[in-house]
């Protein structure tokens, strides 16, 4: 249990990262993240750091895909770590 709590925030921690650092990329017109990783980390499980950067940064907030895309696959992921603690348990 405490691996998957360490887990969590390290995945968390990066999914943060890595938006700051494509909302800086995105300031400076650099090359930037692929939208397909930003929404990956919401569905490993890092959909509150996503979501808190999201909101802190600025960043992604009029796209559809991440205003709706973020937080259901973040619902998903705490839906699929429910089952796998509750097949873990039994």
């Known amino acids: ?11 968390n921690l990066i999914a943060f990262l890595i938006f700051r650092a494509d909302k800086k990329k995105s300031e400076k017109k650099l090359w930037r993240v692929k939208e397909s990783t930003l929404l990956s980390f919401s569905l490993l ?4 750091g996503s979501l808190l950067a999201m909101k802190i940064f600025r960043h992604k907030t009029q796209k559809r895909k991440f205003t709706w895309g973020v937080p259901l ?3 998903i992921s705490i839906i699929i770590l429910y089952y796998i603690l509750q097949w873990l348990v039994l």
């Open 45 to 48: 499980g890092g959909g509150i």
């Open 1 to 11: 249990m405490e691996y998957l709590v360490l887990y969590l925030i390290i995945i």
């Open 73 to 75: 696959l973040t619902l």
